[in-house]
């Protein structure tokens, strides 16, 4: 009879954790890892992280605090948040780089702290070899020792060759791994992370936990877009979407779910973790919230814009 009770109570006593534990996916997979194409877990199973980026921390600093990611992870279920530091237009870090980590610093030690993976975004769209080396060298000296940490090291190149990407890449890979060993590197494609085909001719050699990523807004970018990833994948690029939309490559004009479907269903099936564009207040289509929304949240249904009530959909349909 005590065998019976036990084998009862104990698959109930497992599962009534599983939702606390799904909660914090720092505490669920740990160090992760790159195997073939997968990202992975510490004990080597898939993962796919689904998540949301903040909006430039040069224009919407306001939602750059703990309790922002605090709602996030809770109420929007994100299981990595993508802290997107500016590097262009107005007060960008390189003109001011103490008010950047007045807004970086608060996400990542919150997202440390409520175990949810954190991507610190290098958000340009020129090269800085020196100035992002000596950048991500401070975060990986900082947060290298927390399996938290995901180091974007270029948003999206415009006009570079990859033949260029790839030695800034190495440099500041090189970087990194003087201080941090193993935390996953994501390293931009040219034309705006869409030549995903250039990588899988010719990737870089000689590091591990690297993947490449991809940018899609599903209302520009159809088909011969998602076949490309898709074939770069089945030739061994591991790929991260680290930034996407449903809205145009704008950021401006319509909503397309079903195209937007389409990409989620396809990095599902190919196991590619992917985020989506942006926690702003912006009078633009793929900006989530309307202005009138607080900087920390929650967010009522009311203060969420039409593709945020999409996103917020999705990864609660996803991050179960």
Not at 73 to 87: E, F, L, T
Not at 280 to 285: G, I, P, Q, T
Request: aromatic share 12%.
């Amino acid at each position: 009879m005590r065998q019976l009770i036990v084998r009862f109570i104990l698959p109930f006593y497992l599962f009534s954790f599983l939702p606390l534990n799904a909660q914090d996916p720092v505490k669920q997979y740990g160090q992760l890892q790159v195997r073939g194409t997968q990202l992975c877990s510490q004990q080597g199973q898939p993962v796919i992280l689904r998540g949301v980026s903040l909006g430039w921390h040069n224009l919407w600093p306001r939602f750059y605090n703990k309790k922002a990611v605090q709602t996030l992870k809770q109420d929007w279920h994100a299981s990595v948040i993508r802290a997107a530091m500016g590097i262009l237009i107005e007060d960008n870090y390189l003109e001011n780089p103490t008010f950047a980590m007045q807004c970086m610093t608060p996400v990542i030690e919150a997202c440390i702290k409520q175990n949810v993976y954190v991507i610190i975004d290098w958000h340009s769209h020129h090269l800085k070899t020196q100035e992002a080396k000596e950048f991500f060298g401070r975060m990986a000296q900082k947060y290298g020792k927390y399996p938290h940490v995901i180091y974007e090291i270029y948003n999206e190149p415009v006009e570079d060759t990859w033949t260029d990407l790839k030695k800034y890449a190495a440099e500041v890979i090189g970087e990194i791994r003087r201080y941090d060993p193993d935390n996953i590197v994501l390293v931009g494609c040219p034309h705006w992370d869409q030549d995903i085909h250039l990588v899988a001719e010719s990737p870089l050699t000689g590091y591990s936990n690297v993947m490449y990523t991809v940018h899609f807004y599903a209302a520009t970018h159809g088909d011969y877009l998602r076949d490309r990833m898709e074939d770069a994948v089945k030739r061994g690029i591991p790929v991260f979407i680290s930034e996407s939309g449903a809205t145009e490559a704008s950021g401006e004009g319509k909503i397309d779910p079903e195209s937007e479907e389409q990409w989620i269903q396809l990095c599902e099936r190919l196991g590619i973790s992917w985020v989506c564009w942006s926690i702003s207040d912006k009078n633009e289509s793929c900006s989530m919230l309307l202005p009138r929304a607080t900087a920390t949240g929650p967010w009522a249904d009311d203060v969420i814009k039409p593709y945020g009530k999409l996103v917020k959909g999705l990864l609660q349909k996803y991050n179960h």
